[in-house]
């Protein structure tokens, strides 16, 4: 499934927020149920089946990562959790431990400055794979270097991701 296409919009990597939403709402209430109940029930199972994949198609274009990962697979790369470079992996382990440590510690003014820190990392990592796929898109055919680009920078985000997910069980248990 191609979720832009699914949703009608451009395959870009920096989609317009209030133009996904729309587009999202406008197809949900062509495809509600209510106004496909006398039709026959092909016709409405073909109805609920499009109204799912629109679902999931919002679901994936609302989502930087996975909106990166359907752009990259469009453009023939492959989305892989191919190993990191060591420079990332060390960094991250750095962090990680710092982060253990501030847990350990109660640290919550800490963990907000790793956690701040890392989402500094992680919008720039975006604003180059806006770069790497908009630079793509230009190309007749995407370059190799581009695609392996793109998907190290899929990588970062992955990586930065986990991050905040710890940093958001550490609130979680502060909170319990």
Do not use: C, W
């Not at 029930?41 to 919002?58: D, F, H, M, Q």
């Amino acid at each position: 499934m191609d979720p832009f296409a699914t949703l009608g919009l451009p395959r870009r990597y920096d989609v317009d927020k209030v133009e996904l939403d729309r587009r999202y709402r406008e197809l949900q209430q062509t495809l509600h149920p209510d106004k496909h109940a006398s039709a026959p029930a092909s016709e409405r199972a073909l109805t609920l089946r499009k109204a799912i994949e629109v679902n999931e198609a919002y679901r994936v274009l609302r989502d930087d990562q996975k909106r990166a990962e359907a752009l990259l697979a469009t453009l023939g790369g492959r989305v892989s959790d191919q190993t990191a470079d060591p420079e990332l992996l060390m960094e991250m382990m750095e962090l990680r431990e710092s982060l253990s440590e501030a847990r350990a510690d109660k640290d919550a003014a800490r963990v907000a400055k790793l956690s701040a820190a890392v989402a500094e990392h992680a919008a720039g990592a975006r604003r180059e794979l806006a770069q790497v796929f908009e630079q793509l898109q230009k190309e007749s055919a995407p370059i190799a270097s581009g695609l392996q680009r793109a998907q190290a920078l899929l990588g970062r985000l992955r990586y930065y991701r986990r991050f905040q997910d710890e940093v958001a069980m550490f609130e979680d248990d502060a909170l319990g």
